[in-house]
């Protein structure tokens, strides 16, 4: 699984061009260009892309947020099934105990 970025690492008073963002978080430029149209902030249009820090950590920090929200996610429906198998093994020996001694 691969390593989240810590936002800690955008200083939010600096501009930062795709190299530096994929150099500072240690992920590809081409990752860093994918934020950029998933809708990560850059000053304008024009070359070199320039993204603010205040921008790239926000982005970072929400980004975390919903793995760890998704995480928990999981988890819960992952005890819900274990429930539910739980319950139907248990309503599967009832039945078959009351049809054994229904004969």
Not at 38 to 60: E, H, Q, V, W, Y
């Amino acid at each position: 699984m691969a390593k989240r970025p810590n936002p800690n690492l955008a200083k939010i008073h600096r501009c930062y061009t795709v190299e530096e963002v994929a150099t500072l978080f240690g992920i590809h430029k081409n990752t860093v260009r994918k934020c950029v149209k998933d809708g990560l902030a850059t000053n304008d249009d024009k070359r070199p892309m320039l993204i603010r820090g205040s921008d790239l950590k926000n982005t970072c920090s929400r980004k975390g947020r919903a793995i760890n929200k998704n995480a928990l996610l999981l988890k819960s429906f992952a005890l819900a099934v274990e429930s539910l198998k739980y319950l139907l093994r248990i309503w599967l020996t009832m039945n078959l105990s009351i049809t054994l001694w229904d004969d």
